[in-house]
């Protein structure tokens, strides 16, 4: 048996800049910050909740993250997409719910439950002494949670964050089982005509990394600038080449 | 550096003159002190704890107190961990609620308004308000570590107080001079050692122009050489006549510092009396027990 790689490069390079990847791979990037940016309103939102003393809104919050994390997004997807539409059969809704719409309203609310447990998270690592310092000051408890718990629970909150909005990304190409054209979904509409399977999952797979350590290098700067108030910040990218620059400068 | 008189007179011509109507909710009272309270124009006692009862679950921890502490008093708090000093400085504030009895602060019910002879909590914002004229101090700081130490200073007064950031600032840099504080007003609280970071918090209740201040082992949590630092703007405080109370293991500081000492075991006050007499000539068998351990 002999083995034949049949790989080329050139396709690859090719199809890098094409403008049907291109399209898609701004699809996959719209979503998923749209829908992330969804999921920490959400988060901040029932984790207030989850943390407050009302009953109510407890069990509430408890239930919206027991129901999103507990199902597939890919069921809450179709839930979203097929399901409502036929359910109320409303043919405005229909029409307004595009799927490019469909994939932000649903991976934003199933990221929601777990930026939620994310959030409160972070927002117990806070001291407890830290809400008594506010109190004794005489801020009230909304003046205390804006001012001083959520500032140093972002801290807690980013990486984890980060995390998600990464898994994010990639999970984005779920949305083309509704037929969503995003990256992976318009890498396979090409090799559906030309035959070029490996090459232009490659290509896919190229645009995925490039996003993932465009995202990751400015999560570090982020982390960085949160770090404001301790003793050691840590280093990232930027902060190295400016050390570097200007010890030059210095010399 | 100026000294405290003349931040305090300064701070009392902003406060009359002030054309900002929002500076009305101070509490009328921070006008009137000279410096800070004088027992001439009101006699009512700073601070009135009636039979005050506080458990946590099936343990009581406060088993009925009853004090009074008169204006510019400083009054001590000791007894072994464990005793209920912490938790009643906690009542005082209302970080804890109560389950019976009654605590007023310059005449007024704190956490709570009485109606047809029953205590119901006030609302958050009125509870707010009320623990905003009585400052604390706590064994381990609880700076703001994301702020630096003129942060944590101007930060209630701006929110709270709603001063405008310039005056804030002019008296947080007044307020860190008066604790020895000047050179390390943009330090953040990681830079600052135990006894600066203890200042930067002295400051910061001072900064809410309080009637009372409570002091939570202010000097527990520090190194031996860092205590000194701390006592002597504790010192300062009492020197100009501010109300305090003060729970502390520091017996020379109270013996210099305080009229009264309070001995606290297991809930209840078991005996009071002028420090020196309490240290030399206690009366109860758990007092002497006490003292011996820690003379």
Same mark, same amino acid.
């Given at each position: 048996?002999?083995?034949?790689?049949?790989?080329?490069?050139?396709?690859?390079?090719?199809?890098?800049?094409?403008?049907?990847?291109?399209?898609?791979?701004?699809?996959?990037?719209?979503?998923?910050?749209?829908?992330?940016?969804?999921?920490v309103a959400?988060?901040?939102?029932?984790?207030?909740l989850r943390?407050?003393?009302?009953?109510?809104?407890?069990?509430?919050?408890g239930?919206?993250?027991?129901?999103?994390?507990?199902?597939?997004?890919?069921?809450?997807?179709f839930i979203?997409?097929?399901?409502?539409?036929q359910?109320?059969?409303?043919?405005t809704?229909?029409?307004?719910?595009?799927k490019?719409?469909?994939?932000?309203?649903?991976?934003?609310?199933?990221e929601?439950?777990?930026?939620?447990?994310?959030?409160?998270?972070?927002?117990?690592?806070?001291?407890?002494?830290?809400?008594?310092?506010?109190?004794s000051?005489?801020?009230?408890?909304?003046?205390?949670?804006?001012r001083?718990?959520?500032p140093q629970?972002l801290?807690v909150?980013?990486?984890?964050?980060g995390?998600?909005?990464?898994?994010?990304?990639k999970?984005?190409s779920?949305?083309?089982?509704?037929?969503?054209?995003?990256?992976?979904?318009?890498?396979?509409?090409i090799y559906?005509?030309?035959?070029?399977?490996?090459?232009?999952?490659?290509?896919a797979?190229?645009?995925?990394?490039a996003f993932?350590?465009?995202?990751?290098?400015?999560?570090?700067?982020l982390?960085?600038?949160?770090?404001?108030?301790e003793?050691?910040?840590?280093?990232?990218?930027?902060?190295?080449?400016?050390?570097?620059?200007?010890?030059r400068?210095?010399? | 550096?100026?000294?405290?008189?003349?931040?305090i007179?300064?701070?009392?011509?902003i406060l009359?003159?002030?054309?900002?109507?929002?500076?009305?909710?101070?509490?009328?009272?921070?006008?009137?002190?000279?410096p800070?309270?004088?027992?001439?124009?009101?006699?009512?006692?700073?601070?009135?704890?009636i039979?005050?009862?506080?458990r946590?679950?099936?343990l +009581?921890?406060?088993?009925?107190?009853?004090m009074n502490?008169?204006?510019?008093?400083?009054?001590?708090?000791?007894?072994?961990?464990?005793?209920?000093?912490?938790?009643?400085?906690?009542?005082?504030?209302?970080?804890?609620?109560?389950?019976?009895g009654h605590?007023?602060?310059?005449?007024e019910?704190?956490?709570?308004?009485?109606?047809?002879?029953?205590?119901?909590?006030?609302?958050?914002?009125?509870?707010?308000?009320?623990?905003?004229?009585?400052?604390?101090?706590?064994?381990?700081?609880?700076?703001?570590?994301?702020?630096?130490?003129?942060?944590?200073?101007?930060?209630a007064?701006?929110?709270?107080?709603k001063?405008p950031?310039?005056?804030?600032?002019?008296?947080?840099?007044?307020?860190?001079?008066?604790?020895g504080?000047s +050179?390390?007003?943009d330090e953040?609280?990681s830079?600052?050692?135990?006894?600066?970071?203890?200042?930067?918090?002295?400051?910061?209740?001072?900064?809410?122009?309080?009637?009372?201040?409570?002091?939570?082992?202010?000097?527990?949590?520090?190194?031996?050489?860092l205590?000194?630092?701390?006592?002597?703007?504790?010192?300062?405080?009492?020197?100009?006549g501010?109300?305090?109370?003060?729970?502390?293991?520091?017996?020379?500081?109270?013996?210099?510092?305080?009229?009264?000492?309070?001995?606290?075991?297991?809930g209840?006050?078991?005996?009071?009396?002028s420090?020196?007499?309490?240290?030399?000539?206690?009366?109860?068998?758990r007092?002497?027990?006490?003292?011996?351990?820690?003379?």
């Open positions: 048996m002999t083995l034949a790689l049949e790989f080329d490069f050139e396709v690859v390079t090719r199809f890098l800049f094409n403008s049907q990847i291109w399209h898609g791979a701004r699809v996959t990037l719209q979503v998923a910050v749209l829908a992330q940016i969804i999921g959400l988060g901040g939102g029932f984790a207030l943390i407050s003393r009302n009953p109510f809104a407890k069990v509430f919050s239930f919206y993250v027991w129901f999103f994390r507990g199902t597939p997004a890919l069921l809450q997807l979203l997409y097929f399901g409502i539409p359910l109320f059969n409303d043919q809704l229909t029409n307004e719910l595009t490019y719409r469909a994939a932000i309203i649903a991976f934003g609310i199933n929601g439950a777990y930026m939620t447990e994310i959030v409160r998270a972070g927002i117990l690592s806070v001291e407890a002494g830290q809400m008594d310092a506010a109190k000051l005489g801020m009230t408890q909304m003046q205390a949670m804006r001083v718990i959520l629970a801290r909150v980013v990486p984890p964050t995390n998600e909005f990464i898994a994010m990304l999970n984005t779920i949305a083309s089982a509704i037929g969503l054209v995003e990256l992976l979904q318009a890498s396979r509409l559906a005509v030309n035959f070029k399977i490996m090459e232009l999952l490659v290509v797979a190229i645009w995925y990394l993932v350590t465009i995202f990751s290098v400015l999560q570090a700067e982390e960085r600038a949160l770090a404001i108030g003793r050691e910040r840590p280093e990232t990218l930027f902060s190295r080449v400016i050390a570097i620059m200007g010890g400068r210095g010399i | 550096m100026p000294s405290f008189g003349a931040v007179a300064r701070r009392e011509r009359r003159g002030g054309g900002d109507k929002r500076m009305h909710r101070v509490p009328a009272t921070c006008a009137d002190r000279t800070y309270n004088n027992p001439t124009m009101n006699p009512q006692p700073m601070l009135r704890c039979d005050v009862h506080k946590y679950g099936k +009581e921890v406060l088993r009925g107190i009853t502490v008169e204006r510019g008093e400083v009054v001590v708090v000791i007894g072994p961990s464990g005793s209920g000093k912490s938790t009643l400085l906690r009542c005082i504030n209302h970080l804890e609620r109560l389950d019976s605590i007023y602060v310059d005449g019910l704190v956490g709570y308004r009485q109606r047809d002879g029953r205590l119901i909590e006030d609302s958050e914002p009125e509870i707010a308000r009320k623990r905003a004229a009585i400052g604390m101090v706590f064994q381990r700081f609880n700076l703001f570590p994301h702020l630096t130490a003129l942060g944590n200073v101007i930060e007064p701006m929110r709270v107080k001063t950031r310039r005056e804030a600032e002019e008296r947080g840099r007044g307020l860190l001079a008066r604790v504080l +050179e390390k007003v953040y609280p830079r600052l050692s135990g006894g600066q970071q203890q200042r930067v918090a002295i400051a910061r209740a001072l900064a809410m122009q309080p009637k009372l201040m409570l002091f939570d082992e202010p000097t527990s949590a520090l190194d031996p050489e205590v000194g630092e701390v006592l002597d703007v504790i010192k300062s405080l009492a020197a100009d501010m109300t305090m109370i003060v729970v502390t293991h520091e017996m020379g500081f109270a013996r210099e510092v305080a009229r009264r000492a309070v001995f606290m075991d297991s209840f006050i078991v005996e009071e009396g420090p020196a007499d309490l240290m030399s000539a206690p009366q109860h068998e007092t002497r027990l006490f003292l011996s351990r820690i003379l």
